[in-house]
């Protein structure tokens, strides 16, 4: 079984839509990241929720939303595609939101805005 | 805050040759170390960590990197290299014990190993 699944694994839609990236993990970790790779392979973390609560918020426009339904899954909601949106969208997922914990990565998905 | 610096954005190898990836990272706290390993159309898989004790740090696949404060480096070495080792490699710092980042992962720019016959 994977540990950290995300779904979809590529997406390509037109500028303006509305998309939702899923991720689930079955390792029983309590806290959840969302990283963004862009074209230079730069990985800036986006966002983190420990036990379904909001920790980590860095500076990402407000058309990017994510939605922790229980702490086994951690979605992220992205309304009025941009261009500059296009990217490789990494779940992970640790024991614990401490800085000692590892960090399982799901496979990406990458996001392509036309 | 913190900020990390991989020196080399490409470092092409022979096989069975001995590789060093290089990693400077910037911090006003102490820090916990990592490295990771992206092969092509995968996700990140953790090869060493450095959290406290002995500086050098030993991992999966046989790669192993020193951590040397006065120098604010954590280079990742692996004495004999395989062509399977083709991957980017991503150094990342945290916040280390006392810290309030939640484990925040802050990584370099990465480094693509490139292991030719």
Same mark, same amino acid.
Request: glycine letters at 8%.
């Given at each position: 079984?994977?540990?950290?699944?995300?779904?979809?694994?590529?997406?390509?839609?037109?500028?303006?839509?509305?998309?939702?990236?899923?991720?689930?993990?079955?390792?029983?970790?309590?806290?959840?990241?969302?990283?963004?790779?862009?074209?230079?392979?730069?990985?800036?973390?986006?966002?983190?929720?420990?036990?379904?609560?909001?920790?980590?918020?860095?500076?990402?426009?407000?058309?990017?939303?994510?939605?922790?339904?229980?702490?086994?899954?951690?979605?992220?909601?992205?309304?009025?595609?941009?261009?500059?949106?296009?990217?490789?969208?990494?779940?992970?997922?640790?024991?614990?939101?401490?800085?000692?914990?590892?960090?399982?990565?799901?496979?990406?998905?990458?996001?392509?805005?036309? | 805050?913190?900020?990390?610096?991989? +020196?080399?954005?490409?470092?092409? @190898?022979?096989?069975?040759?001995?590789? !060093?990836?290089?990693? &400077?990272? =910037?911090?006003?706290?102490?820090?916990?170390?990592?490295?990771?390993?992206?092969?092509?159309?995968?996700?990140?898989?953790?090869?060493?960590?450095? +959290?406290?004790?002995?500086?050098? @740090?030993?991992?999966?696949?046989?790669? !192993?990197?020193?951590? &040397?404060? =006065?120098?604010?480096?954590?280079?990742?070495?692996?004495?004999?290299?395989?062509?399977?080792?083709?991957?980017?490699?991503?150094?990342?710092?945290?916040?280390?014990?006392?810290?309030?980042?939640?484990?925040?992962?802050?990584?370099?720019?990465?480094?693509?190993?490139?292991?030719?016959?």
């Amino acid at each position: 079984d994977t540990a950290v699944s995300q779904t979809p694994k590529y997406l390509v839609t037109q500028m303006g839509n509305d998309k939702s990236i899923k991720c689930e993990q079955n390792l029983g970790h309590d806290t959840m990241y969302w990283y963004k790779q862009d074209s230079k392979k730069f990985l800036k973390i986006m966002f983190s929720y420990n036990n379904k609560e909001l920790i980590i918020n860095e500076t990402v426009p407000n058309r990017f939303s994510p939605k922790s339904p229980d702490k086994a899954h951690l979605n992220l909601h992205i309304n009025s595609l941009e261009l500059g949106d296009s990217a490789v969208y990494f779940c992970a997922s640790s024991q614990e939101g401490g800085s000692k914990n590892i960090q399982y990565f799901g496979a990406g998905t990458r996001l392509s805005v036309l | 805050a913190q900020s990390v610096t991989q +020196l080399d954005s490409q470092v092409p @190898v022979f096989e069975e040759a001995p590789v !060093e990836l290089r990693c &400077n990272y =910037s911090s006003s706290v102490s820090v916990y170390l990592f490295w990771y390993v992206q092969y092509p159309n995968q996700g990140l898989q953790l090869l060493l960590k450095y +959290l406290s004790g002995s500086t050098l @740090v030993k991992g999966i696949n046989g790669f !192993e990197a020193e951590f &040397n404060k =006065s120098q604010t480096s954590f280079h990742l070495r692996k004495p004999s290299v395989h062509i399977s080792d083709t991957a980017e490699y991503f150094c990342a710092v945290s916040e280390g014990a006392g810290g309030t980042s939640y484990g925040k992962l802050t990584f370099g720019q990465g480094t693509i190993l490139t292991v030719h016959p």
